[in-house]
Protein backbone atom coordinates (compact mmCIF):
# COMPACT_ATOMS: atom_id res chain seq x y z
CA UNK A 1 0.00 0.00 0.00
CA UNK A 2 1.27 3.64 -1.14
CA UNK A 3 0.59 6.18 1.33
CA UNK A 4 -1.15 4.05 3.71
CA UNK A 5 -1.89 6.31 6.22
CA UNK A 6 -3.69 4.82 9.30
CA UNK A 7 -5.51 2.28 6.78
CA UNK A 8 -6.16 -1.18 9.29
CA UNK A 9 -6.18 -3.61 6.19
CA UNK A 10 -3.32 -5.41 7.85
CA UNK A 11 -5.49 -6.37 10.72
CA UNK A 12 -8.41 -7.19 9.09
CA UNK A 13 -6.96 -9.25 6.71
CA UNK A 14 -7.17 -12.98 7.53
CA UNK A 15 -4.95 -14.88 4.87
CA UNK A 16 -1.51 -15.17 6.30
CA UNK A 17 -0.13 -15.62 3.25
CA UNK A 18 -0.64 -12.17 2.12
CA UNK A 19 2.55 -10.43 2.23
CA UNK A 20 1.10 -6.97 3.11
CA UNK A 21 3.97 -3.84 2.21
CA UNK A 22 3.09 -0.18 4.02
CA UNK A 23 4.94 2.55 2.32
CA UNK A 24 4.40 5.72 4.16
CA UNK A 25 6.56 9.28 5.13
CA UNK A 26 8.63 8.58 7.78
CA UNK A 27 6.92 10.71 10.39
CA UNK A 28 3.67 9.34 9.37
CA UNK A 29 4.49 6.09 9.49
CA UNK A 30 6.17 6.80 13.11
CA UNK A 31 3.06 7.94 14.11
CA UNK A 32 1.02 4.69 13.15
CA UNK A 33 3.03 2.60 14.74
CA UNK A 34 2.70 4.41 18.75
CA UNK A 35 -1.11 4.60 18.05
CA UNK A 36 -0.69 0.83 17.48
CA UNK A 37 1.85 0.35 20.53
CA UNK A 38 -0.81 2.52 22.66
CA UNK A 39 -3.78 0.28 21.43
CA UNK A 40 -1.63 -2.77 22.26
CA UNK A 41 -2.56 -4.43 19.05
CA UNK A 42 -0.30 -7.14 17.27
CA UNK A 43 1.43 -6.50 14.34
CA UNK A 44 1.12 -9.79 12.17
CA UNK A 45 3.93 -11.66 11.07
CA UNK A 46 3.11 -10.82 7.24
CA UNK A 47 3.02 -7.22 7.72
CA UNK A 48 6.06 -5.27 6.93
CA UNK A 49 6.31 -1.43 7.34
CA UNK A 50 8.15 0.78 4.92
CA UNK A 51 9.67 3.80 5.39
CA UNK A 52 9.90 6.23 2.33
CA UNK A 53 10.23 9.24 1.58
CA UNK A 54 7.98 9.26 -2.32
CA UNK A 55 9.65 12.91 -3.38
CA UNK A 56 13.65 11.10 -2.98
CA UNK A 57 13.45 7.94 -2.68
CA UNK A 58 13.46 5.34 -5.17
CA UNK A 59 10.27 3.06 -4.17
CA UNK A 60 11.83 -0.39 -6.21
CA UNK A 61 14.85 -0.17 -4.03
CA UNK A 62 13.34 -0.07 -0.68
CA UNK A 63 10.93 -2.31 -1.52
CA UNK A 64 13.72 -4.99 -2.49
CA UNK A 65 15.43 -3.92 0.80
CA UNK A 66 12.37 -4.72 3.22
CA UNK A 67 11.92 -8.32 1.47
CA UNK A 68 9.26 -7.24 -1.75
CA UNK A 69 9.88 -10.19 -4.38
CA UNK A 70 9.35 -8.96 -8.25
CA UNK A 71 8.42 -12.16 -9.02
CA UNK A 72 5.74 -12.79 -6.86
CA UNK A 73 1.95 -11.42 -8.16
CA UNK A 74 1.44 -8.30 -6.29
CA UNK A 75 -1.54 -6.05 -5.87
CA UNK A 76 -0.79 -2.15 -5.61
CA UNK A 77 -2.83 0.38 -3.50
CA UNK A 78 -2.47 3.97 -4.01
CA UNK A 79 -5.37 5.16 -2.37
CA UNK A 80 -5.99 9.11 -1.46
CA UNK A 81 -3.04 9.87 -2.85
CA UNK A 82 -3.25 11.16 -6.06
CA UNK A 83 -4.58 14.54 -5.14
CA UNK A 84 -1.70 15.28 -4.00
CA UNK A 85 0.09 14.58 -7.14
CA UNK A 86 1.36 16.54 -10.79
CA UNK A 87 0.44 14.26 -13.89
CA UNK A 88 4.96 13.78 -14.28
CA UNK A 89 4.84 12.47 -10.46
CA UNK A 90 1.79 10.01 -10.77
CA UNK A 91 3.53 8.92 -14.31
CA UNK A 92 6.59 8.19 -12.77
CA UNK A 93 4.71 6.03 -9.41
CA UNK A 94 3.03 4.34 -11.97
CA UNK A 95 7.11 3.97 -14.03
CA UNK A 96 8.21 2.90 -10.88
CA UNK A 97 5.43 -0.09 -10.11
CA UNK A 98 5.68 -1.08 -13.52
CA UNK A 99 9.49 -1.72 -12.98
CA UNK A 100 8.75 -4.20 -10.31
CA UNK A 101 5.46 -5.75 -11.94
CA UNK A 102 5.37 -9.23 -13.73
CA UNK A 103 2.12 -9.65 -16.02
CA UNK A 104 -1.20 -9.75 -14.57
CA UNK A 105 -0.13 -7.39 -11.48
CA UNK A 106 -3.08 -4.76 -10.44
CA UNK A 107 -2.87 -1.34 -9.38
CA UNK A 108 -5.96 0.49 -8.23
CA UNK A 109 -6.31 3.95 -7.47
CA UNK A 110 -8.98 6.90 -6.73
CA UNK A 111 -8.53 10.07 -8.85
CA UNK A 112 -9.81 13.78 -9.02
CA UNK A 113 -11.07 15.14 -12.65
CA UNK A 114 -10.87 17.67 -13.92
CA UNK A 115 -13.53 19.26 -12.52
CA UNK A 116 -12.31 19.68 -9.20
CA UNK A 117 -10.17 23.26 -9.67
CA UNK A 118 -13.20 24.75 -12.06
CA UNK A 119 -14.85 27.84 -10.84
CA UNK A 120 -18.09 26.23 -11.28
CA UNK A 121 -17.71 23.01 -9.33
CA UNK A 122 -20.09 21.58 -6.75
CA UNK A 123 -19.18 23.64 -3.32
CA UNK A 124 -17.97 20.61 -1.65
CA UNK A 125 -15.74 20.00 -4.07
CA UNK A 126 -13.78 23.90 -3.22
CA UNK A 127 -14.15 23.52 0.22
CA UNK A 128 -12.07 19.75 0.02
CA UNK A 129 -9.37 21.41 -1.91
CA UNK A 130 -9.59 24.48 0.10
CA UNK A 131 -9.27 22.58 3.40
CA UNK A 132 -6.28 20.68 2.47
CA UNK A 133 -4.62 23.36 1.17
CA UNK A 134 -4.55 24.96 4.55
CA UNK A 135 -3.38 21.48 6.01
CA UNK A 136 -0.40 22.02 4.02
CA UNK A 137 -1.38 19.32 1.49
CA UNK A 138 -2.36 21.33 -1.59
CA UNK A 139 -4.75 18.99 -3.78
CA UNK A 140 -2.27 19.60 -7.26
CA UNK A 141 -4.26 18.54 -10.34
CA UNK A 142 -7.45 17.46 -11.51
CA UNK A 143 -6.79 14.39 -13.62
CA UNK A 144 -8.45 13.75 -17.16
CA UNK A 145 -9.63 10.14 -18.08
CA UNK A 146 -6.91 9.99 -21.26
CA UNK A 147 -4.25 11.41 -19.05
CA UNK A 148 -4.72 8.58 -16.67
CA UNK A 149 -5.01 6.49 -19.82
CA UNK A 150 -1.98 7.49 -21.48
CA UNK A 151 0.43 7.36 -18.34
CA UNK A 152 -1.05 3.61 -17.77
CA UNK A 153 -0.23 2.69 -21.42
CA UNK A 154 3.09 4.60 -21.32
CA UNK A 155 4.47 1.75 -18.66
CA UNK A 156 2.80 -1.23 -19.73
CA UNK A 157 -0.44 -1.34 -17.36
CA UNK A 158 -4.26 -0.96 -19.25
CA UNK A 159 -7.40 -0.08 -17.34
CA UNK A 160 -9.09 -3.00 -16.36
CA UNK A 161 -12.42 -1.25 -14.37
CA UNK A 162 -13.03 2.19 -14.46
CA UNK A 163 -15.90 3.37 -11.68
CA UNK A 164 -17.04 7.14 -12.23
CA UNK A 165 -18.54 8.97 -9.60
CA UNK A 166 -21.89 8.43 -10.39
CA UNK A 167 -21.53 4.06 -10.30
CA UNK A 168 -19.60 4.77 -7.24
CA UNK A 169 -22.65 6.39 -5.91
CA UNK A 170 -24.78 3.35 -7.43
CA UNK A 171 -22.39 0.82 -6.17
CA UNK A 172 -21.68 1.98 -2.30
CA UNK A 173 -23.47 4.67 -1.68
CA UNK A 174 -27.56 4.10 -2.92
CA UNK A 175 -30.32 3.78 -0.28
CA UNK A 176 -28.03 4.70 2.71
CA UNK A 177 -29.89 5.98 5.29
CA UNK A 178 -27.25 8.82 6.47
CA UNK A 179 -27.61 10.32 3.18
CA UNK A 180 -23.42 10.39 2.83
CA UNK A 181 -22.91 10.41 -1.03
CA UNK A 182 -20.07 9.79 -3.85
CA UNK A 183 -18.01 13.06 -4.36
CA UNK A 184 -18.83 14.57 -7.63
CA UNK A 185 -14.95 14.62 -8.72
CA UNK A 186 -13.53 11.14 -7.73
CA UNK A 187 -13.18 8.09 -9.98
CA UNK A 188 -11.93 4.44 -9.06
CA UNK A 189 -9.27 2.97 -11.44
CA UNK A 190 -8.10 -0.85 -11.42
CA UNK A 191 -5.25 -1.24 -13.94
CA UNK A 192 -3.47 -4.43 -15.24
CA UNK A 193 0.41 -5.12 -15.89
CA UNK A 194 -0.07 -5.94 -19.59
CA UNK A 195 1.92 -8.35 -22.05
CA UNK A 196 5.03 -6.44 -23.66
Same mark, same amino acid.
Given at each position: !????????? @????????????????????????????????????????????? /???? !?????????????????? @?????????????????????????????????????? /???????????????????????? !????? /?? /???????????????????????????? @???????? @???????????????
Amino acid at each position: !MCGAGMDTF @AFRNENSDIQIFELDHPDTQRYKLERIRKLEWNIPENVRYVPIDF /SKDD !MTQILKKYGFDPSVPAFF @AILGVTYYLTLPVFAQTIEKISRISVVGNKVVFDFPDE /STFKEDSVERVRRLSEITAKLGEP !MQHGF /SL /SEIDTSLNRHGFLIDTHETPETIQQHFF @AGRADRQK @AFENIHFILAVKKEK
